[in-house]
């Protein structure tokens, strides 16, 4: 069993539309959790870090779950420019012990 | 505002050839890491850094080498490239232990064909 495993997708959604995304980790012990997003041949960026009580930022809005060891993430309202691979991550106390999630693509068409 | 670079962006190299993948940081992180990412894969790490002058295995060090000789820098080394070696390398850093729940801040990658 993958450590953190995503739906690989792809999400085809219409502009508007609104899709979650889902992602399990195996290792009850994982600190800290983050979504990033990755465009098309381009390096990952940081899109938001996922705390306990759920946050949002904007459209975005990332939710935690640590007795089922899930992680969230909503997309709200969605727009072209949200096309992209989003990366679920799971990381251990330090942060040297990084896990990537392969990734779940997302299309948003007009 | 650079952030992490990687040097060179694409390389092509013969199998067995040998080089050197360049990773510089300019924000005081004590930790960088080496990953690489293969379609349909995510990124797995290749060797991490905790510090200067200390390096350590990721998932997939074998083929690599790395040195952390510069807190700033941090080498991926091939030493004799084969075409399994084929992907893009992507250089990031963090801040460290003292600062928890820190993300990853990457380079721009490193596209490298070994033919």
């Known amino acids: 069993r993958k450590e953190v495993e995503q739906d690989p997708g792809p999400f085809n959604v219409p502009e508007g539309a609104t899709v979650a995304f889902n992602c399990t980790y195996s290792?009850?012990?994982?600190?800290?959790f983050f979504w990033y997003r990755q465009d098309c041949r381009k390096e990952p960026k940081l899109l938001m870090s996922v705390y306990s009580s759920g946050n949002e930022d904007g459209r975005f809005t990332a939710q935690l779950n640590r007795a089922s060891q899930y992680i969230s993430l909503l997309i709200r309202d969605s727009k072209l420019s949200d096309s992209a691979t989003y990366l679920c991550v799971v990381q251990n106390t330090g942060g040297f012990k990084t896990i990537f999630g392969a990734g779940t693509r997302l299309f948003v068409k007009a | 505002n650079a952030g992490v670079t990687q040097t060179p962006k694409f390389r092509v190299l013969k199998t067995g050839q040998s080089m050197t993948l360049l990773c510089a940081q300019d924000?005081?992180?004590?930790?960088m890491y080496w990953y690489r990412q293969d379609p349909g894969m995510g990124l797995r790490l290749i060797h991490y850094s905790v510090g200067e002058g200390t390096t350590a295995k990721g998932e997939v060090p074998d083929g690599y080498n790395v040195s952390r000789l510069k807190k700033q820098n941090f080498l991926l080394g091939l030493e004799s490239a084969a075409p399994s070696q084929t992907s893009v390398y992507f250089c990031?850093?963090?801040?460290?232990?003292?600062?928890?729940?820190?993300?990853?801040?990457f380079g721009d990658g490193t596209r490298l064909s070994i033919l």
């Open positions: 924000m005081n992180h004590e930790y």
């Open positions: 290792n009850s012990a994982s600190q800290s």
């Open positions: 990031a850093s963090s801040p460290g232990t003292q600062h928890s729940n820190q993300p990853q801040h």
